[in-house]
């Protein structure tokens, strides 16, 4: 009994130093600086709204028909659903009185405008290497070019215990150190610049990036490991690997990664998921130099340790045998009837129209998630200034979870592609992730899938 | 340990391993949900489901290959059968989604339909007259020897798509959505919602799109290769009613194709106008087209 005593009185006080570091250690990580910013400084606001697009801030601070900035975004963790918050000047429901120390604190650090930790579905540990002159820009931006939008942020889905914010500032402390970008000094400034955009606005890692048991990103630059931009899944999507392996990025080239970032489509891939998201909202607005740096720094990222750099030979028999019509498997007869119009025989798709199958790094990946999850949900090109429209393709869920696996095993393994075998089950989990996704919230109240 | 606490911890093991396992469950496969419509009788009382039937049930029938070929055929005319189609058209261009897709001129109660008297022939037409006025008009080709192997392949899979409901029910489909005829089209308009919304795929002179084997991809939709102008797709209205049920493909997240749904019928009108009445083959046959009157305002002759 004595023992239980201890423990539990041990535990109390353990509880109660962690409780209160947790109010005090945020407090440590805003910065105290008491700059004024001139609001009327267009040549700054105009600045600020590129680094915006850089960070691409609009993409989660806005729910789909909801107003620019207001919030309302479902982001889907392990746990539960994270909403975005409303982040427009106004005073009520968004940062409007935001001080530029609260907006530094809350965008490179996590800690919001009342002190509270900030959940990393926000990421600050990429922004932590943004420098302060930017960040007065974008607060600039916020302030003086962004419309107020009154709307409520929304409460997560997280269930409680779960979702208490404090660990969130011993969290912090652990992974999402105050650091500065370093640049690479046997890389010139293009790569450079490549890699501060990849590392800290364009927060890339926070989707190609796996995380660990802690949600942490497990590098958040090459220097801190093999894991870093190695792919990761996230919100049910496969953020491809970007490492110069096989199934990263060895089959691009820079033209072609410039052609993607810079308009969504290739002649041989398209955006989907929540990449197209970014080049959507962020990446299209980027200065050709800025895409090339960008494109540079990511062609030159080396393949992970043991992975393959190259994908065995392998000779096209797929072609033939649609074309005379020798139907080799299920997979190949429901390719036919659902796939073929845009995809057609060759797998070749149509040059910016309807992405290819065969050659596509999205197709055969090692993770087949979000092969399966855009054939049950269907998706979207990004809109861009470079093509008149926009493409979808259109959802499959009404095929059964068994001829959603043959066939996309037929896509994965036909042409010269190759990967892992996909099984019914997997489709079953996806169709079930797919359906439980919380929905979005914006200002009129209606609620979006 | 007292009792009370050795049995807690055993109950929260118990539990929790239940959790686990329920929680490792794999969620249960979903079946296929096909598109299916209620079948009527003379008396309109509801017999029975037609249900859009899956190629990958076609192995099961006795003339599978037949039926397969006839598949091909629809989907490849051109390619399959150049001596007989002049266009760079196949069926499948217009019978969306391999005639499986209601009101995208589907095959589902196509079966049933022949013989019978036709308006424009002003007699009765079987099914293999029909399908050699397509071959004329909209492919501008030769017809087809009704014996062909090709020709009874393609009723093959026409008969196939039917699932053989009795000849007196009626299949609740629509072959073409409904459009307001009454609505004056403004080809000026239609020529610039045609940039905006077709010329992606069917070219700004309307010359379509082949692949590198030179295979279609995209019909063309005016010129040399197109349609003729007895084609029921040269007709204002005719056209109306396919594009603004089926074009654009690629525009949603649902559908065969992802089509439609995104022009009015007054815009449907004003593109149909413009495209069909762009220079295209003309027909020979028509001095005989619609002898016995009853000629729609928007025959093109």
């Given at each position: 009994m004595r023992i239980l005593h201890k423990s539990l009185i041990a535990a109390a006080v353990l509880f109660a130093v962690a409780y209160g570091g947790a109010a005090v250690l945020p407090k440590t990580r805003v910065p105290d600086t008491v700059t004024s910013v001139d609001l009327n400084n267009d040549e700054l606001i105009k600045r600020g709204a590129y680094i915006a697009r850089t960070a691409d801030c609009v993409a989660c601070h806005t729910s789909p028909n909801g107003a620019e900035y207001a919030g309302g975004l479902a982001m889907e963790t392990p746990v539960g659903a994270i909403y975005s918050t409303n982040i427009t000047p106004d005073k009520e429901t968004g940062i409007g009185n935001y001080s530029l120390a609260q907006f530094i604190g809350a965008v490179k650090h996590g800690v919001r405008g009342d002190g509270q930790a900030l959940y990393p579905a926000m990421p600050y540990p990429s922004y932590a290497i943004m420098p302060d002159e930017d960040l007065t820009a974008l607060y600039a931006y916020f302030m003086a070019d962004v419309k107020p939008v009154k709307q409520q942020n929304a409460d997560s889905t997280i269930p409680p215990v779960l979702n208490w914010r404090w660990p969130m500032a011993w969290w912090q402390l652990v992974f999402a150190p105050e650091r500065d970008f370093v640049p690479d000094p046997n890389a010139d400034e293009e790569i450079n610049r490549g890699a501060y955009l990849v590392e800290g606005p364009?927060?890339?890692?926070?989707?190609?990036t796996p995380r660990g048991i802690a949600y942490q990103e497990l590098a958040l630059k090459l220097s801190d490991g093999d894991e870093f931009l190695s792919g990761a899944v996230i919100d049910g999507w496969r953020a491809k690997s970007l490492r110069g392996e096989a199934r990263g990025l060895a089959s691009w080239s820079q033209e072609e990664l410039e052609q993607f970032l810079s308009t969504g489509r290739t002649d041989k891939v398209a955006a989907f998921g929540a990449m197209a998201d970014v080049v959507q909202h962020?990446?299209?607005?980027?200065t050709p130099e800025d895409i090339s740096s960008m494109a540079k720094y990511l062609k030159n990222l080396p393949p992970v340790k043991g992975r393959e750099t190259s994908m065995a030979a392998k000779t096209d028999t797929t072609t033939g045998d649609l074309l005379n019509g020798n139907y080799t498997s299920r997979g190949a007869l429901l390719y036919t009837e659902h796939c073929t119009t845009c995809h057609r025989a060759d797998g070749k798709g149509v040059e910016r129209i309807f992405p290819a199958l065969d050659g596509n790094s999205a197709i055969f990946a090692n993770n087949a998630q979000s092969v399966i999850q855009i054939t049950l949900e269907g998706g979207k090109m990004p809109e861009t200034s470079a093509d008149r429209m926009a493409f979808t393709m259109p959802a499959f869920n009404h095929l059964s979870d068994r001829d959603l696996a043959e066939v996309i095993n037929f896509i994965r393994n036909s042409w010269t592609n190759q990967a892992p075998e996909v099984k019914a089950v997997d489709i079953a989990k996806i169709r079930h992730f797919v359906s439980g996704k919380a929905p979005h919230i914006n200002a009129t109240g209606d609620q979006h899938e | 340990m007292n009792k009370t606490v050795k049995w807690s911890v055993i109950a929260t093991a118990v539990i929790a391993v239940g959790v686990g396992i329920y929680l490792a469950q794999p969620p249960a496969l979903t079946e296929a949900s096909p598109i299916s419509f209620e079948i009527l009788d003379k008396e309109k009382n509801v017999v029975g489901q037609y249900i859009v039937p899956d190629d990958t049930a076609i192995p099961q029938e006795p003339n599978a290959q037949e039926i397969l070929y006839g598949k091909r055929l629809m989907n490849e005319t051109k390619r399959l059968l150049p001596e007989h189609v002049g266009a760079s058209m196949n069926c499948s261009s217009c019978h969306v989604a391999q005639g499986k897709l209601n009101m995208g001129a589907p095959y589902f109660t196509t079966s049933n339909s022949y013989p019978r008297v036709m308006p424009r022939a002003g007699k009765e037409v079987d099914l293999t007259g029909r399908i050699n006025g397509c071959f004329q008009r909209s492919m501008n080709g030769k017809p087809l020897d009704p014996d062909s192997r090709e020709m009874k392949a393609m009723i093959a899979y026409i008969d196939w798509v039917g699932q053989k409901v009795p000849k007196d029910q009626k299949v609740q489909i629509q072959n073409a959505g409904k459009i307001n005829e009454n609505l004056v089209p403004d080809p000026m308009k239609g020529k610039v919602l045609y940039t905006a919304q077709c010329a992606s795929c069917h070219g700004d002179n309307g010359e379509g799109l082949k692949d590198s084997r030179g295979d279609i991809v995209f019909p063309p939709l005016w010129g040399d290769e197109s349609f003729n102008i007895g084609a029921g797709m040269a007709r204002t209205y005719k056209a109306a009613a396919f594009i603004k049920y089926n074009m654009p493909m690629g525009v949603q997240q649902h559908g065969a194709w992802g089509q439609g749904g995104v022009l009015s019928d007054q815009e449907a009108v004003d593109i149909a106008e413009y495209f069909t009445h762009m220079p295209r083959p003309d027909f020979a046959g028509k001095i005989n087209d619609w002898a016995k009157g009853n000629k729609p305002k928007d025959a093109r002759y």
């Open positions: 364009g927060h890339c890692s926070a989707c190609h962020s990446t299209q607005y980027f | -």
